[in-house]
T-cell receptor, first 113, second 110 residues
């Protein structure tokens, strides 16, 4: 009975490199969310996806960030040309068809040197 | 104005105390409401939904006041294990955009 699986758990990148974070939702969940959390701060909504569709990306920075949830495989959050300010914990969550009931992964902690 | 606002605390209470947190939301058309709990450096977990009529789950009571646009969480007989950050969560119209407050920190001490 696997929950939301995120990998990598920890990722170190140098400025200018790319970061790819993966998220496999709970089996049967069709809704995927990505949130960013800076140290000592709250969760900031980034994007909400369903299979093959981005439903709401109002929280995503306009540049360098993209997300997808393909028909097969995990959801991917991609950050191009990372900067130090991208260092954060990135949480993925999935939901059944019950709005607001989110199941979170353990997060991916990105450190940009 | 933030969509969901909470007093960051921290609230420092002794074991056995009763403690209450409030949360306000800005979108009067928000549809559903929840409290989550997040332990230090862990993922958030759903604590309870908040229903219009108010609801209770053991030592936890949640209430919703739509007219004033606030949600509350009451914890009775606090335990050391209740120490965590409590996140107020709101779903906006359309249902699936889920917004988290910044959280209220609770420390329960022996």
């Amino acid at each position: 009975n696997a929950g939301v699986m995120q990998n990598p758990r920890h990722l170190v990148r140098r400025r200018g490199q790319e970061a790819r974070l993966r998220c496999s939702p709970v089996k049967g969940h069709s809704h995927v969310y990505w949130y960013r959390q800076l140290p000592e701060e709250g969760l900031k909504f980034m994007v909400y996806l369903q299979k093959e569709n981005i439903i709401d990306e109002s929280g995503m920075p306009k540049e360098r960030f993209s997300a997808e949830f393909p028909k097969e495989g995990p959801s991917i959050l991609r950050i191009q040309q990372v900067v130090r300010g991208d260092s954060a914990a990135y949480f993925c969550a999935s939901s059944p068809d019950r709005p607001g009931e989110l199941f979170f992964g353990e997060g991916s902690r990105l450190t940009v040197l | 104005r933030k969509e969901v606002e909470q007093d960051p605390g921290p609230f420092n209470v002794p074991e056995g105390a009763t403690v209450a947190f409030n949360c306000t939301y800005s979108n009067s058309a928000s549809q559903s409401f929840f409290w989550y709990r997040q332990d230090c450096r862990k993922e958030p977990k759903l604590l309870m939904s908040v229903y219009s009529s108010g609801n209770e789950d053991g030592r936890f009571t949640a209430q919703l006041n739509r007219a004033s646009q606030y949600i509350s969480l009451l914890i009775r007989d606090s335990k050391l294990s209740d120490s965590a950050t409590y996140l107020c969560v709101v779903n906006n119209p359309g249902g699936f955009k889920t917004i988290f407050g910044a959280g209220t920190r609770l420390f329960v001490k022996a």
